[in-house]
């Protein structure tokens, strides 16, 4: 939900915000589904040759700019060579309605039958305007704000010529260590489903004949979360269950709800690639759940498939890939080299292509290609839309919503918390280099945005008080960073140390803002250690030796083992990575002007050791604790995680009573219990309920989250939330693909986070 009350931070107009934002909003109202004529496509598919439909299949890199290896067979003189003979049927990585229209009007005036291209982008959290992360939007848990932010993600990008968006990537992932963990929703298979279908939702809006929308992807298809040891494209090797319950429902929903494009995948599953894979995208994908768009591959994954040791050769690579169902090949030059021969030499039947090219016209038909190719390409839209104010306003709203406060304890001697900041002019030492970094916060997947355009913490603080001072310690990186290199850390140099601890010292308190370079998380940007990277940890103790007044702020990609913080800094604040208005939302926090309102996504380790650490695990045989060692844990740390799942605090507090569940009507168990606001402030909860599954013929795990509300509660006040569980959720895949609802007993919780609550139990007759 837009919070349309200005924030007196956000320099933009209040008419044409509200206007602007009215009609972001409006989009959403009436559902229109394109009619498409599946005549129209027939008959175009008649008069193609196959060369031409070889070419829809087809999907080329923009010759500009990079998300991956860069082509060893991307030149582009060829590639326009290609696009005039009709042999290409998308792009990827053009942007700007000049370029975009200079590539359509080729495909357009130049091909022999004139089909217009499709053009995607990483339109991942925002283009221009940066909203957070998607983890940190995740944390959020707020449906309708993280639908706003994809819409307006999909109204700048479209005004900036794109069409197609290549997200939500909705891979679940347990593992921190894994650097896409910012580019989902985290741990959970019901939340991130939920988020997932939001952002389809945004991206897609009601209409995909309107020129503000765009086709959303729902990717890596599948298990591309469960790389092993974190290590981005490596071996994915998972049960059937986790298969089942954990990776593939959120797709399911996704297909269920519209999504025009899914993309496979890097890794392998059972050994066999995700590109090459017929069991996921015919029998699963397109027979089992009628999935009707299309899929791309991911980046040369199709031509990986020869270092996977699955192909022997590009031509294999194209045979095998269009046999399971690859519909367009990203970047891997295999069917524009080979499909039209393994098509006259029957290694690949025609009707598999003609599939292929139905599915991709399909979805051109639908966006209203072929009755304005141009519709995106509109020069003044897209001056008036690119980072329009309503775009700011929206982002701010997002991003205060996703912080998380972690720890806030009292201080000996003031009788209160360090947060919220007494508007008192208190004098404040501001350290790290992260506080005055205008680039880390808007995170590593911000292509299509421009570098340094975050407002950052430092900017945000002055627009609160004047009384503070900034010292920044010690570089976090060293040198150029980019994209597509790999972030250097400064792992040495502390000579800035001396003056940060002086102006510690000489400060009433101190705000230090410490986490991860926004190009450490982010594909192909794994760690083994999850720790506060370079000398940062060494700050944060030499400044807490001369001064304990410390309000930690982290700015990191993916959650963070953060133990001894958590022992000794009295007040933490998760800030992910929040776009472009992130010193406006952290101010905002840290100032009390909005109530933090955040709940994790993913679990915060105590020790990189526990990972992977979540909350939905299955009961061992020897959970314990028990006196001797016979029983699951480790040696030198606890089982419990740093922070859980679901868990964030408020500045007031909420206390949840009287669980009641009526499961009168078994098809649909009601669950009832009172929120209470017990501060002395104002604030928003998440109210969260899980379920187990007691006894069954696959184990479930010992929680599962099935359902949420956010709400607001003024201090005082009380309210009923309640939830109702229905075969959906009640139910299960057993280990043969099949949804099943098993009687028993069930226990149930109501409450803020994944450890705490309310609880009761049922008999499912
Ligand atoms: C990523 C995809 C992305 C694609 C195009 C790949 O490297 O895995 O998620 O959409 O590049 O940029």
Not at 727 to 745: H, K, Q
């Amino acid at each position: 939900m837009i919070n349309l009350s200005i924030p007196k931070t956000a320099g933009c107009l209040l008419i044409i915000c509200l206007v602007h934002i009215n009609s972001i909003v409006k989009a959403q109202n009436s559902v229109k589904e394109p009619v498409v004529q599946e005549e129209k496509i027939n008959s175009l598919l008649q008069k193609m040759t196959l060369e031409e439909k070889v070419g829809q299949m087809n999907q080329y890199n923009g010759f500009w700019e990079i998300t991956g290896p860069a082509p060893k067979d991307g030149d582009a003189k060829k590639k326009y060579d290609h696009l005039r003979k009709g042999m290409v049927g998308a792009v990827l990585n053009v942007k700007g309605t000049e370029n975009v229209r200079k590539l359509q009007e080729i495909a357009v005036k130049e091909t022999r039958l004139g089909i217009p291209l499709l053009f995607g982008y990483d339109v991942i959290h925002g283009h221009k305007t940066l909203f957070p992360i998607p983890l940190g939007e995740a944390a959020s848990w707020d449906l309708a704000a993280i639908e706003t932010s994809a819409r307006t993600a999909a109204i700048e990008a479209s005004a900036a010529g794109i069409n197609w968006t290549f997200a939500p990537m909705v891979d679940i992932t347990r593992d921190a260590r894994w650097g896409r963990v910012m580019e989902g929703a985290g741990e959970d298979t019901y939340l991130g489903t939920k988020i997932g279908l939001a952002r389809i939702k945004g991206f897609q809006g009601d209409d995909l004949a309107a020129n503000n929308t765009i086709i959303a992807c729902a990717k890596h298809f599948a298990g591309y979360g469960f790389a092993e040891a974190g290590r981005d494209y490596n071996t994915v090797d998972v049960g059937t269950s986790t298969l089942y319950n954990t990776i593939l429902p959120p797709f399911k929903a996704a297909v269920e709800a519209g999504v025009q494009t899914v993309m496979n995948s890097f890794n392998t599953l059972n050994g066999v690639p995700a590109t090459g894979n017929k069991w996921l995208q015919r029998d699963i994908l397109k027979d089992a759940w009628k999935f009707n768009g299309f899929v791309v591959s991911d980046w040369g994954s199709g031509m990986e498939m020869i270092d996977h040791g699955f192909a022997a050769n590009l031509k294999q690579v194209a045979e095998q890939s269009a046999n399971a169902g690859s519909d367009m090949d990203m970047e891997s030059y295999a069917y524009v080299n080979h499909l039209k021969e393994l098509v006259e030499t029957g290694k690949v039947d025609i009707k598999l292509v003609d599939d292929a090219v139905r599915r991709i016209l399909r979805v051109k038909y639908k966006l209203g290609l072929f009755d304005d190719p141009y519709k995106y390409c509109d020069a003044a839209r897209e001056k008036e839309l690119i980072y329009n104010p309503a775009h700011a306003v929206a982002a701010l709203d997002v991003a205060k919503r996703s912080i998380v406060l972690l720890k806030n304890t009292y201080v000996k001697g003031s009788g209160r918390p360090l947060l919220p900041l007494a508007k008192n002019q208190q004098k404040i030492g501001v350290i790290g280099a992260l506080a005055n970094d205008k680039n880390s916060p808007l995170g590593s997947w911000r292509i299509g945005s421009d570098d340094n355009t975050a407002v950052s913490v430092l900017e945000g603080l002055k627009k609160y008080s004047s009384n503070l001072t900034y010292a920044k310690g010690a570089d976090l990186a060293i040198g150029k960073t980019d994209f597509i290199n790999e972030v250097k850390i400064n792992e040495t140099d502390t000579s800035g140390f001396k003056e940060a601890i002086q102006l510690a010292s000489n400060s009433d308190m101190v705000i230090m803002v410490l986490g991860e370079h926004g190009f450490q998380s982010g594909e192909g940007r794994s760690r083994t250690k999850l720790n506060l990277p370079g000398v940062q940890q060494q700050l944060l103790e030499a400044v807490y030796a001369v001064n304990k007044n410390i309000v930690l702020v982290l700015m990191n990609g993916r959650p963070l083992a953060i133990t001894w913080a958590d022992e000794n800094i009295p007040s933490i604040v998760e800030t992910w990575q929040l776009g472009s208005q992130t010193g406006h939302a952290i101010a905002q926090v840290l100032y009390g002007d909005y109530n933090p309102s955040g709940k994790l996504p993913m679990t915060f380790p105590r020790s990189v050791g526990q990972v992977p650490v979540y909350y939905n695990t299955l009961n061992t045989g020897r959970p314990g604790p028990k006196p001797e060692v016979f029983w699951s844990h480790y040696g030198d740390e606890s089982n419990k995680p740093l922070y859980p799942f679901g868990f964030g605090l408020s500045y007031t507090s909420f206390a949840y009573s009287n669980l009641v569940i009526n499961d009168a009507n078994p098809a649909a168990v009601k669950v009832t219990a009172t929120v209470t606001n017990t501060g002395k402030l104002d604030g928003e909860e998440v109210a969260q309920l899980y379920m187990r599954d007691k006894v069954a013929s696959v184990v479930r795990p010992v929680k599962e989250l099935k359902g949420f509300s956010k709400f607001s509660l003024k201090a005082g006040e009380a309210r009923q939330v309640s939830f109702t569980l229905t075969a959906a959720e009640l139910g299960f895949y057993d280990n043969t693909g099949t949804f099943v609802l098993e009687p028993g007993d069930f226990d149930l919780m109501i409450g803020g986070n994944s450890v705490e609550g309310v609880k009761g139990s049922f008999t499912l007759k």
